[in-house]
């Protein structure tokens, strides 16, 4: 059987756990690979509304086993927090999600780190959702951090304490005022809470599975926020391409299957970095309006602009994608003229690839397209679809040479049409 990958292709906040939901019920295993408590999946259906952090958006199916993999970095006292919620909806927690114990744990003084950093920065910040993702993975690099298996240890009390002072030494030498002792008692309880649920070794479990069953893997954050290939220094401390899943996971390439790259009809970015795209008028703020544009777990207002389908090939490149999703489609039911640009003007010289230097002047070159001014929140099949709508997504997989599989056009389950 394969591994098949659902990926976020721009700057996060694409709409994927509405997506792995919706797939989740031809899958009997889902899975996290990579990211933390910084992500939020937003799940709609029933009416009624879910965030989820750390646990994979396969949670409310029945029959699924749910993994968070040894690529994710783990708060618990989050995570303790998340169930709970999720728990009072009738939902089995223990019994559907499986953890990794390999999976990086975060401390408090990880955040208490992450919010020195930011603050170190000033206004070169880069916009970190201060849960203590990038110190907890700096940690993992520099082989400082603890696992999520080593709680098992007899030892762990010395080990935790060994990792907090090496913070609070990090914390004293910024000058940064705190107490590092002010969530300690809340962590040990949530850390004995762990101890409850099924610690596997992600690797051999997910590859026995894969002998019989088919799986999906549930990417974070977007691709073009990629340690390695997104618009670095504004990026996130993982791996989000395709890439990820192999390592997050523990499984080989040539396991993976279908990889479902997931976008919005248009472009949001939560924090500092390049978005050459952005609208700074009233068009940008009424994007923000329609679409909600709030970050699921920081709240913070995203950027908006029209869709980049520059920077979308590149992520349809880097990670294989082999079929596409346009999320939010509805969202752009009311506008006369649609933008959409396709191809860059970097220091003057035109281009459609996306350039090195995260600092460059880069002006967006636009295709304009009539807007189909129809509001398609009730359509339910591809024939339903207004004929300008359509002919919008065909101009776009010419462009991008992936076929969109799936188009979306509200936020419930219901609201999905299969092409």
Not at 94 to 101: D, G, L, M, N, V
Not at 126 to 149: A, E, F, H, M
Not at 171 to 189: G, I, Y
Not at 317 to 323: A, E, P, Y
Request: aromatic fraction near 10%.
């Amino acid at each position: 059987m394969k591994l098949d990958v659902v990926l976020g292709l721009q700057w996060g906040d694409e709409g994927k756990g509405k997506i792995v939901d919706v797939l989740a019920g031809n899958y009997p295993v889902v899975a996290r690979f990579q990211g933390g408590p910084n992500a939020g999946h937003s799940l709609h259906f029933e009416g009624k509304s879910y965030v989820l952090r750390s646990i994979p958006s396969g949670i409310f199916r029945p029959d699924a086993i749910n993994i968070i993999g040894n690529g994710v970095v783990l708060d618990p006292i989050t995570f303790r927090q998340e169930c709970a919620n999720i728990g009072r909806t009738g939902v089995p927690v223990r019994e559907r999600i499986k953890i990794a114990k390999k999976a990086h744990l975060i401390l408090p003084t990880h955040r208490l780190l992450d919010a020195a950093n930011e603050a170190a920065m000033g206004k070169g910040k880069i916009g970190s959702t201060l849960k203590g993702i990038g110190p907890t993975y700096t940690d993992k690099v520099s082989r400082n951090g603890l696992r999520v298996g080593d709680v098992l240890a007899p030892d762990f009390i010395e080990r935790y304490r060994k990792l907090k002072d090496r913070h609070v030494n990090q914390l004293r030498m910024m000058n940064f005022e705190c107490d590092p002792n002010a969530e300690e008692d809340e962590f040990m309880a949530a850390v004995e809470y762990l101890k409850e649920f099924e610690l596997i070794d992600c690797e051999y479990f997910v590859n026995s599975q894969l002998e019989t069953k088919p799986m999906l893997a549930e990417g974070a954050q977007g691709s073009m926020l990629d340690i390695d290939y997104g618009s670095y220094p504004f990026v996130t401390s993982s791996t989000t391409s395709c890439a990820g899943a192999c390592v997050g996971l523990g499984v080989s390439p040539s396991k993976i299957g279908h990889v479902y790259g997931i976008f919005k009809a248009y472009c949001t970015r939560v924090g500092s970095g390049p978005f050459p795209t952005e609208l700074f008028d009233k068009t940008g703020e009424e994007l923000r309006k329609i679409g909600n544009e709030f970050g699921a777990v920081t709240g913070r207002p995203r950027r908006c602009g029209w869709l980049d389908l520059v920077a979308l090939k590149y992520a349809v490149m880097i990670s294989g994608v082999t079929d596409l999703i346009m999320m939010k489609s509805d969202c752009l039911d009311s506008f006369p003229v649609i933008k959409v640009c396709t191809s860059y003007k970097v220091d003057g010289k035109e281009t459609g690839q996306v350039p090195f230097d995260t600092f460059a002047h880069i002006e967006p070159v636009y295709t304009e397209f009539k807007g189909w001014n129809t509001d398609m929140t009730s359509c339910r099949k591809e024939e339903d679809l207004p004929k300008e709508f359509r002919e919008y997504i065909s101009f776009m997989e010419k462009y991008l040479e992936v076929p969109i599989k799936i188009v979306s056009v509200g936020p419930d389950r219901d609201a999905t049409i299969m092409r």
